[in-house]
């Protein structure tokens, strides 16, 4: 508590709930990776039948995403508070700006499966019709699996290299986050199990900082 002009004032604590966030966001974001990935398939040229399951998994997944990335902000929040005075500058904002370049990514590709599913009921020519979906699909694969899977590398890479040096997680986490996003950032295939890597890192990290107890200053 604070006094200012007469006024007092109560100082802003990070609610220990909002740890959950992050096991949040690895729930809904894998859940929507696994129904995109199932409904759109592996080969872009394939044909969906929109208006079956398919179509109904892309629906499921696309209210599901914007509070997987809701939840990531929210993780994001958690993260940088437990590291409170010993942030650094340089290193936050690449956490930020690729934390926030991942969110974007994601929901655009997210947003083009929306798209092709809007469009699918729309009377075009077969050829047509499959030229647009296998694009769709192909942009989709390409900001998942190649930007949006890099940018995450990019957020676990800086967070290790803080974590490194101040101590603030166990060593076999700091080398494990390495290791994981270094697979990130060199492997370039269309395997869910490579794009599933970063939700459950997220999940590992949210059950750690849940499992301890916040010390003052964040640190």
């Known amino acids: 508590m604070q006094e200012h002009g007469g006024r007092a004032y109560r100082g802003l604590r990070t609610p220990r709930a909002a740890g959950i966030a992050g096991v949040l966001f690895a729930l809904l974001f894998g859940a929507s990776?696994?129904?995109?990935?199932?409904?759109?398939?592996?080969?872009?040229?394939?044909?969906?039948?929109?208006?079956?399951?398919?179509?109904?998994?892309v629906r499921i997944a696309m209210t599901l995403m914007p509070f997987a990335g809701i939840a990531f902000l929210w993780f994001i929040g958690v993260v940088r508070d437990r590291l409170g005075e010993h942030e650094d500058r340089f290193f936050s904002t690449v956490?930020?700006?690729?934390?926030l370049l991942f969110v974007a990514m994601v929901f655009a590709s997210t947003s083009i499966a929306g798209g092709l599913l809007a469009t699918a009921s729309a009377e075009l020519a077969a050829d047509a019709e499959r030229g647009l979906a296998a694009f769709g699909?192909?942009?989709?694969?390409?900001?998942?699996?190649?930007?949006?899977?890099?940018?995450?590398?990019v957020f676990m890479l800086s967070l290790g290299t803080v974590w490194l040096r101040t101590g603030l997680m166990p060593r076999w986490l700091v080398v494990a986050t390495y290791l994981l996003a270094l697979a990130m950032l060199v492997i370039v295939n269309l395997s869910l199990w490579v794009t599933l890597i970063f939700p459950a890192w997220v999940l590992v990290v949210s059950l750690h900082i849940l499992s301890r107890p916040s010390s003052a200053g964040g640190g």
């Open 137 to 153: 699909r192909g942009v989709i694969f390409q900001i998942s699996n190649v930007y949006a899977l890099r940018m995450g590398g």
């Open 33 to 57: 990776l696994v129904l995109l990935r199932t409904a759109l398939g592996p080969d872009p040229f394939v044909a969906i039948d929109w208006g079956g399951p398919a179509g109904g998994r």
């Open 95 to 99: 956490t930020l700006g690729s934390g």
